[in-house]
């Protein structure tokens, strides 16, 4: 959209280059080197240890976890940011098994992003043969809520096609069972607007390397409800969620708030790399962002279906059961998309047959869309992808 | 030493000052900045998603996890990188724990740094009521091992006075009673040799920010035995630590050796700034380091106890037993070290009445132990630390 033409210009991305991939590793502000070097150079280098207080070190997971809050529409002070999503995976749903003592399952579905279900799973045979993860396919979610159940632990958009969830209907049913929820926003924290607070969530938790441009390995977030603050116990206590970490007591006491959550010494680098991305971010309406992907996905779904009629649409079709990526099915997927990285239109691959596109709309626009589905049809039209070097499957991502 | 001048120049310390708390954070090589920047502009910028393999990020946790333990005795392909010390602890002591069924207890002792003893205690809770975390004080240690014990966790080098633990006299006899042990080298790694594989080791780790100079936040380590890693239980069973990340399968399987202690994604920047520093540790022998240490060392306890009699040796005073810091006891201990740091002398200060300087001998040398000897004797003869902004506790480190 022209709207963002001004974001546009604020991202590098290579020449030539048509990036769908957005929604895996976004793409990289040109604010974000200077951001991290001055971080290096002025602080790390010239204040050393003071770094902690003279440049604000100390505050940065709580400061910026308000900045992403108001993308997912968390209270002020229920954001806080670090460790990777699979740790913050596993401290949503240690507390939230705690605070539901007599229920033994967490509920989540089979479309659920795999670390999410594998730390659910470690934890459960950490705590005992009576617990259990449980997983049914994501439209029989609903049914299978029960009052058995202690956790509901769902990813918003499912990274294999979009589908979305019903964070709202869903919570409120489970909550009436006596169900506390954990909304993984991977996929859509900057991808499409949240309501935690509205949605009445728990617990949620996501990360800052796809949508949030904060470049590979950058700090994770977690949420939790303000009503649950001082109620959760933090399984992993380590001391910077201490309620004093620096009189370095023997015995845990938690923090305050949303300080518990915090475990170790937080990753500044990574931080100042986000806190880059975030100052774009700040002033961008997420709502813009949600009309511009929703159009950008359209088109390209529109176009793709009229170029590639081999192509199976695996993403719901109606907008508003979706989140910002697009995904088409085929046997030969994984073929398909070599062949389209190899004419630099960048999109991945999910197993068995999913090949998958990201819209952001901070840096694609219509005319990205008009490429990649042109050069889609030139690939399926003429075969392009029936090639033994593009069926071997050696990367990584 | 005159030895490390070559490394000092790799240094960035700011005019005038003498840092003594390079076991807190590391100093800045000039090299990490353009390192960073290049991993930023021509890696995460250019390649985008592909960087992981094609700048072999994914390979990065185990490659680096090599050149540190190089420094601390292990054997290739037994060191990982990755999340905070408290989760490598957490990893360590779960893992630990499981492989020792019948038995409850951990064993530490009362000057282990709080973070390991919070995560324990954590974990245990985690586990059940039966668990414990024992403390007893740091000469008691030997004594309290039992065959009730199942984890005996220790630093080898108090955080507060530099106290060295036998590594190898304590495993051993640990072993003997069928007890598994986990080191923390967070005050050892880059300060002393350390050798996991002669001491027969079973779990260690560490983090990077303090001797290794990683900056702020660097990732830590972990080592697990080659013969417990393909027994071990990833209690955090995160995807990367999965045996095929990329199968997405539902079921977690742990990965072969030690790369199932790999959780989520790994923070390629803080990584990036490692690699920066470990590409001057590789050139360094870390017995070199012990015997400039030392001096330095030596130095410093015999000018301060010669000028400033009021400060009593809270370290060990036979440099076999400590580690590379040197510490004093004092009731204005807080001040004094204000003090101090107002005259750019940067120490540290451990309540409740511990100051304490690390000796960091690949950027400190004989010159700057006398200028700190020489401050500190000024600041003692004078009371130059009586005055009341000096006494207010707000530094957060």
């Not at 993308?71 to 098994?97: F, H, N, P, R």
């Not at 620096?246 to 931080?271: C, H, K, N, S």
């Not at 996905?297 to 793709?304: L, P, S």
């Given at each position: 959209?022209?709207?963002?033409?001004?974001?546009?210009?604020?991202?590098?991305?290579?020449?030539d280059m048509i990036y769908l991939d957005g929604n895996s590793l976004g793409a990289m502000?040109?604010?974000?080197?200077?951001?991290?070097?001055?971080?290096?150079?002025?602080?790390?280098?010239?204040?050393?240890?003071?770094?902690?207080?003279?440049?604000?070190?100390?505050?940065?997971?709580?400061?910026?976890?308000?900045?992403?809050?108001?993308?997912?529409?968390?209270?002020?002070?229920?954001?806080?940011?670090?460790?990777?999503?699979?740790?913050?995976?596993?401290?949503?749903?240690?507390?939230?098994?705690?605070?539901?003592?007599?229920?033994?399952?967490?509920?989540?579905?089979?479309?659920?992003?795999?670390?999410?279900?594998?730390?659910?799973?470690?934890?459960?045979?950490?705590?005992?043969?009576?617990?259990?993860?449980?997983?049914?396919?994501?439209?029989?979610?609903?049914?299978?809520?029960?009052?058995?159940?202690?956790?509901?632990?769902?990813?918003?958009?499912?990274?294999?096609?979009?589908?979305?969830?019903?964070?709202?209907?869903?919570?409120?049913?489970?909550?009436?069972?006596?169900?506390?929820?954990?909304?993984?926003?991977?996929?859509?924290?900057?991808?499409?607007?949240?309501?935690?607070?509205?949605?009445?969530?728990?617990?949620?938790?996501?990360?800052?390397?796809?949508?949030?441009?904060?470049?590979?390995?950058?700090?994770?977030?977690?949420?939790?409800?303000?009503?649950?603050?001082?109620?959760?116990?933090?399984?992993?206590?380590?001391?910077?969620?201490?309620?004093?970490?620096?009189?370095?007591?023997?015995?845990?006491?938690?923090?305050?708030?949303?300080?518990?959550?915090?475990?170790?010494?937080?990753?500044?680098?990574?931080?100042?790399?986000?806190?880059?991305?975030?100052?774009?971010?700040?002033?961008?309406?997420?709502?813009?962002?949600?009309?511009?992907?929703?159009?950008?996905?359209?088109?390209?779904?529109?176009?793709?279906?009229?170029?590639?009629?081999?192509?199976?649409?695996?993403?719901?079709?109606?907008?508003?059961?979706?989140?910002?990526?697009?995904?088409?099915?085929?046997?030969?997927?994984?073929?398909?998309?070599?062949?389209?990285?190899?004419?630099?239109?960048?999109?991945?691959?999910?197993?068995?047959?999913?090949?998958?596109?990201?819209?952001?709309?901070?840096?694609?626009?219509?005319?990205?869309?008009?490429?990649?589905?042109?050069?889609?049809?030139?690939?399926?039209?003429?075969?392009?992808?029936?090639?033994?070097?593009?069926?071997?499957?050696?990367?990584?991502?």
């Open positions: 959209m022209s709207d963002f033409a001004k974001t546009k210009a604020m991202f590098h991305i290579p020449e502000p040109w604010a974000t080197a200077v951001k991290v070097e001055r971080t290096i150079t002025d602080e790390w280098g010239d204040m050393l240890i003071t770094g902690w207080n003279k440049a604000g070190w100390m505050a940065k997971p709580t400061d910026i976890g308000d900045r992403i809050g108001r993308l997912i529409g968390a209270e002020k002070g229920s954001v806080v940011m670090g460790d990777t999503l699979s740790i913050k995976v596993y401290q949503a749903v240690a507390s939230a098994l705690e605070m539901n003592p007599g229920r033994k399952v967490v509920l989540s579905d089979n479309g659920n992003f795999p670390t999410d279900l594998y730390m659910a799973d470690g934890l459960c045979k950490t705590m005992g043969a009576d617990y259990e993860v449980r997983t049914v396919d994501p439209e029989a979610v609903e049914a299978a809520l029960s009052e058995d159940i202690a956790v509901l632990m769902l990813t918003e958009i499912d990274y294999r096609t979009g589908r979305k969830h019903d964070m709202k209907a869903l919570t409120e049913k489970a909550q009436a069972l006596g169900i506390i929820t954990i909304w993984d926003l991977a996929h859509s924290a900057g991808a499409l607007p949240v309501d935690l607070a509205g949605c009445n969530a728990d617990f949620a938790v996501g990360c800052t390397y796809k949508y949030l441009n904060s470049g590979p390995g950058g700090p994770a977030f977690i949420y939790v409800a303000p009503r649950h603050q001082d109620v959760a116990r933090p399984a992993l206590s380590g001391w910077l969620g201490h309620d004093a970490p620096f009189a370095f007591d023997l015995d845990y006491r938690p923090g305050a708030g949303i300080e518990r959550m915090r475990v170790g010494t937080p990753p500044i680098l990574q931080l100042a790399a986000l806190e880059a991305s975030m100052d774009i971010w700040d002033q961008v309406d997420i709502h813009d962002i949600r009309k511009a992907s929703i159009a950008l996905c359209e088109q390209f779904i529109a176009g793709v279906e009229e170029s590639c009629p081999t192509l199976k649409l695996a993403s719901p079709r109606n907008a508003d059961d979706r989140g910002s990526q697009v995904s088409f099915a085929h046997p030969e997927g994984y073929a398909i998309m070599q062949a389209m990285i190899a004419r630099n239109v960048i999109g991945d691959f999910r197993a068995p047959d999913i090949i998958r596109f990201g819209f952001t709309p901070l840096y694609i626009d219509e005319g990205d869309v008009d490429g990649a589905v042109s050069i889609l049809k030139d690939v399926m039209e003429n075969d392009l992808w029936d090639k033994p070097e593009y069926k071997i499957k050696s990367r990584v991502t």
